[in-house]
């Protein structure tokens, strides 16, 4: 499948009782191509989300991954696929070292999870600390998870999700939470990877310097709809994402 | 049983004994209904599930006799005088479970769940004791009610004329109930609470009294339903546990926190009992198992409830597991040394008691690698220790098999019996599961009981002769000290293996676990099973000490000391079972002389549930835990 998208929805549609909350959605996502999928709140990016994660169901539609079709897989196995995840709100194992939580992602990854006899602690660690060095937290390895500062969960999270050699990262407002510098410091560092592996990367984002500063491609959902998508440049022209956005800043040089 | 049962044959006979079949079932609904409706309401509110209710069933019982007596001598025994003592002896109990829920359980509503379970566990304790003291230890024979002696004939069938206001009383109270949460001010607050507790905090309602109140309502019906199967079932010491496993199936059934699912499952379940004593009557409690586990694999959260919320109550966490360090392995090294010479230092009885520490220790720390790390509190972990030992005895009486054969055989037949159980289980999680694991637990328990012809039933399988080579005390408690080290040591090694990990990851976010690739449910179903096997391992090795099994091997109270010895040992360190297995044994030993023992450990678990949340392997740890390189990182 190369050169082809590395992730791809048709037509997804979910409704809660009579909220339409997301209505025919399609996207592609290149391999090394950032894709920010912005929008209101309520816009219908969350549900979107878990639907490509497999965390919930849809209605109507269909997801491939690497040209394989997952509509109804378990995350678990949506992951075994080849696609790394993020939360909103960060998902680590508060009880286990930074090294651990990666360790742990690298044994299943290799399907060592019915493992008795060997130790955890000793698999792979080379392997745990050089992912740890390439998000820049290495110095932390040994740290119980559960005493990290909330910027350097999120890097744990990433470090994690690149575990098993993701052909997809999708990251549900990545920078949420963290420091304007930081914010830059995580997308940079994304972005960066994202085109040393060729990596598709799929996020949602409420600030728009990091969505702008970073996107190769924006789309823009709106009460369930996909309404505009196109380069950073081309949206921020759009007449109908300006009126959606009224009121809140799009332009990073302000208004 | 002799009317015919073809439908050709359908005469008045056969159509009244039907009739009364029905009616018996919807008679026997009643108390469980109302014992199930109170347990419901109050984890509905509160989140604690109150395994002291059937403690006040069992009071409500005991009080409705002495006040019948009582008013029966001050008023006469008219219908006033009886029925007044009845609704009494109810109003009593329900400030009994206010004063329970004031003094006890709201210094712990934020700790952990297995606190609260534990908790109610030590009331449990003190109010056996207290109605030993209080009634004595024979069981009491009812008072009749007043013109409701004999029997009514329904088609030319009797029924007991008492069982007609049993029937009546389900219904009414449910009616009553209703009006209480539609109609007022309390019931609004009481249903709010229930889908939404935080929110109704946050609109400035005083919980504390709400909580208090709900207690008292919740005690009350428990009391009411204790009262008024008095002229049919008397009271005895043993209804607390008895109505306590059918009220967890009906409440399961149900749906948590739902009284009209608590009334169905009532019904349904009285049904079954009433009919299953006439079809299978050795078999009526695995029925109700059966329909237990068919409603929950089609509705995990029973017949009208609702999924549980997660995330209420503070997380406890865990340290990270370090590597052991050398002053530590060096410490482990002396304490077993220790023990292996402890044949030149202890007499018979110091022996007996430390191969029964040994032996709990293993069984404790399979329990505790399924409630630390695993997350999972299972209330039902008996069974698999008294399967442990049941397959051993069942061995030598039917096979005549050997020690050493039966000794390797009884950890996989445990294992085969938790696979069963755990495949239901772990659908569930929280107090769900600790229920359901309860539940299946007294199955077991129940099919043992029943089934004499097989397992001897109440009188056990005697006659486990030892192998030549262990006949001596000395020689057995080598062979115990082996195992149960060995089986320690290598439930300790599991936990830091992939798979110990990979469970552990399952407890601290089901999430993450989830989107790196682990299928939670079937590493702790797994994880369960092994579990299982170990405590089997205990199981088999306990048996040949004594020589002999009881059905009292596999009984709510061995799963009920299983926690607490997990819990005394401090639930956050994998060293804590063994800590806390050495202190209950020593404790129940040294308070078993004293006359309220019960008494006096159900408040010792109380205490240190309030004052001593950590554990003695908790509190070692803070406090010595540097000198043998070890430090406390997040647990505290």
């Excluded at chain 2, 209480?180 to 001010?185: D, E």
């Excluded at chain 2, 207690?215 to 010491?237: R, Y």
Aim: with cysteine; charged share 15%.
């Amino acid at each position: 499948m190369t050169g082809g998208p590395v992730l791809e929805a048709d037509g997804l549609s979910k409704s809660f009782g009579g909220v339409q909350a997301v209505r025919g959605m399609s996207l592609a996502v290149a391999p090394g191509e950032l894709v920010a999928l912005i929008g209101p709140n309520g816009a219908g990016k969350s549900t979107c989300f878990n639907m490509l994660m497999g965390q919930l169901r849809g209605d109507a539609g269909r997801v491939r991954i690497m040209g394989e079709d997952v509509t109804g897989w378990p995350p678990r196995k949506i992951w075994r696929r080849g696609v790394g995840r993020t939360f909103q709100i960060t998902q680590i194992l508060p009880s286990f070292t930074v090294r651990e939580n990666v360790q742990l992602a690298l044994l299943s990854h290799q399907g060592k999870l019915f493992d008795v006899v060997t130790r955890a602690r000793r698999a792979q660690s080379d392997v745990a600390d050089a992912l740890l060095q390439r998000v820049g937290i290495v110095g932390f390895a040994e740290r119980a998870c559960g005493l990290l500062a909330y910027g350097d969960l999120k890097r744990v999270e990433l470090a994690i999700a690149l575990a098993n050699r993701p052909k997809v990262l999708l990251m549900d407002e990545p920078t949420a939470g963290m420091a304007p510098a930081e914010r830059i410091a995580l997308m940079e560092l994304t972005a960066g990877i994202a085109k040393a592996d060729g990596v598709g990367v799929l996020f949602t984002e409420h600030d728009m310097d990091v969505v702008f500063g970073h996107a190769d491609r924006i789309m823009v959902m709106h009460r369930g709809s996909l309404i505009a998508e196109g380069t950073p440049l081309e949206v921020r022209d759009d007449p109908e994402v300006r009126a959606v956005y009224l009121g809140s800043s799009l332009d990073p040089e302000g208004p | 049983m002799g009317p015919h049962s073809s439908p050709r044959h359908l005469d008045k006979t056969t159509l009244g004994f039907f009739l009364v079949q029905v009616l018996t079932g919807l008679s026997s609904a009643a108390s469980l209904f109302l014992v199930a409706a109170g347990l419901s309401l109050i984890f509905g509110v509160t989140r604690v599930v109150n395994f002291a209710h059937g403690s006040f069933y069992m009071l409500g019982a005991y009080f409705g006799l002495t006040l019948v007596a009582l008013f029966g001598d001050w008023f006469g025994r008219g219908h006033l005088s009886f029925w007044s003592a009845i609704l009494c002896a109810a109003l009593v109990v329900g400030a009994i479970g206010a004063l329970v829920e004031m003094t006890i359980l709201r210094r712990i509503y934020r700790s952990p769940e297995l606190f609260q379970l534990v908790a109610t566990f030590g009331v449990i304790l003190v109010i056996q004791d207290l109605a030993l003291w209080g009634w004595g230890p024979e069981d009491k024979l009812g008072p009749r009610a007043p013109d409701l002696r004999g029997a009514v004939f329904i088609l030319g069938q009797p029924l007991p004329r008492y069982d007609l206001v049993l029937i009546a009383a389900g219904p009414v109270v449910l009616g009553l109930l209703w009006l209480l949460l539609n109609r007022t001010r309390f019931g609004i607050l009481v249903r709010a609470a229930t889908i939404d507790r935080e929110m109704v905090g946050a609109l400035g309602v005083n919980q504390a009294w709400l909580f208090t109140g709900v207690f008292f309502l919740g005690s009350f019906l428990a009391g009411l339903g204790g009262a008024l199967q008095l002229p049919k079932g008397g009271a005895d010491l043993l209804m607390d546990f008895t109505v306590l496993a059918g009220a967890f199936v009906v409440v399961v059934v149900g749906g948590m926190g739902s009284i009209t699912g608590a009334f169905l499952a009532a019904v349904l379940i009285g049904q079954l009992q009433a009919w299953g004593v006439l079809l299978l009557p050795q078999s009526t409690l695995v029925m109700m198992f059966l329909v237990m586990a068919v409603v929950l694999v089609v509705r995990p959260f029973g017949l009208l409830g609702r999924p549980e919320l997660v995330g209420h109550g503070r997380q406890m966490l865990d340290d990270p597991l370090r590597p052991t360090s050398w002053r530590f392995k060096g410490l482990v090294l002396l304490l077993v040394l220790g023990l292996a010479a402890a044949p030149l230092y202890l007499g018979t009885y110091g022996l007996v008691l430390l191969i029964d520490i040994l032996i709990l220790a293993l069984f404790a720390t399979a329990l505790h690698a399924i409630i630390g790390p695993g997350g999972l509190v299972s209330f039902g972990h008996a069974a698999f220790f008294g399967g442990g030992a049941y397959a051993a005895a069942l061995l030598v009486k039917y096979a005549g098999t050997p020690m050493a054969l039966n000794l390797v055989l009884a950890p996989p037949a445990a294992a085969l019996l938790a696979i069963v159980i755990g495949w239901f289980c772990v659908r569930l999680s929280g107090v769900y599961f600790a229920m359901l694991t309860l539940a299946f637990a007294q199955i077991v328990w129940s099919v043992v009981f029943q089934w004499g012809e097989v397992t001897g039933g109440d009188d056990g399988i005697l006659g486990l002769w030892r192998a030549p080579w262990v006949r001596g005390r000395i020689a057995y408690y080598y062979l115990v000290l082996g195992c149960c080290v060995a089986g320690i040591l290598a439930l300790r090694h599991g936990l830091s293996s992939p798979f110990g990990y990979a469970l552990r990851a399952g407890r601290d976010s089901p999430l993450r676990a989830e989107a790196i690739g682990i299928d939670v449910r079937r590493q702790q179903w797994a994880a369960f099973t092994l579990s299982g096997a170990f405590a089997g391992l205990a199981g088999g090795l306990y048996a040949y000490s004594k020589g002999s099994v009881f059905p009292n091997e596999m009984a709510i109270v061995r799963s009920f000391d299983g926690i607490i010895m997990v819990f005394f040992g401090g639930v956050q360190h994998l060293s804590g079972p063994l800590a806390g297995a050495a202190a209950l044994t020593w404790l129940k030993d040294s308070l078993l002389r004293l006359e309220m023992w019960r008494l006096l450990l159900g408040l010792a678990v109380i205490a240190i549930v309030i004052l001593f949340p950590q554990g003695i392997a908790g509190f070692l740890k803070q406090r010595f835990g540097r000198f043998v390189g070890i430090r406390s990182e997040l647990s505290s």
